[in-house]
């Protein structure tokens, strides 16, 4: 087994584990609670998934399509990326194109959606050459990225959305503790 088969066996890992701890988290929520705002200013729960759904959707369908040659280390971007999604202490704002509407949703045809998208990227990782430039997906500032930089995108934004659910569960557990 060389080093790259090693890498990718860990991220597929670290794929697996993400997204399972997502659905189980989904899965503490009911239908109401899922579509309640936990404090001001705040995206719901439902709000939330969605919005990890739409950008998780476009970019594992951006990892299956047109790539070319890749001109520099196709990891260059990585511990950018890392450093951008994990630092829980910085607020950002999401592109308008993956930002949620103000309305309810349905917590199993999301909860399908996301193991869809946790289908997508393991098959990237075991069937696609990682080492490609993605063509159909640009991001701001960085611009083109490798499908090995889209599946560590999917990764740390679902991890950063992970410990924001979590956020947003034990807001609204200490604001229904206090009902009684």
Request: hydrophobic letters at 40%.
């Amino acid at each position: 087994m060389n080093i790259l088969t090693m890498e990718y066996d860990q991220l597929a890992a670290d794929i697996n584990n993400t997204f399972a701890e997502l659905i189980q988290l989904i899965q503490k929520f009911d239908a109401d609670d899922f579509n309640e705002q936990p404090f001001e200013g705040s995206w719901t729960a439902g709000q939330l998934v969605t919005h990890v759904e739409m950008s998780g959707s476009g970019l594992s369908k951006a990892l299956h399509d047109a790539a070319k040659d890749t001109e520099r280390a196709p990891d260059e971007l990585v511990e950018k990326l890392k450093a951008i999604f994990l630092d829980f202490s910085t607020k950002m704002n999401s592109p308008a194109f993956i930002v949620p509407a103000e309305k309810n949703y349905e917590i199993e045809p999301l909860l399908n959606s996301i193991k869809n998208i946790q289908h997508l990227t393991i098959n990237g990782i075991e069937t696609l050459d990682l080492t490609k430039t993605a063509t159909t997906f640009s991001l701001p500032m960085l611009g083109f990225i490798t499908r090995l930089e889209i599946i560590y995108f999917i990764l740390y934004h679902t991890q950063r959305h992970v410990h924001q659910l979590k956020n947003i569960h034990q807001a609204l557990s200490k604001k229904s503790a206090n009902l009684f």
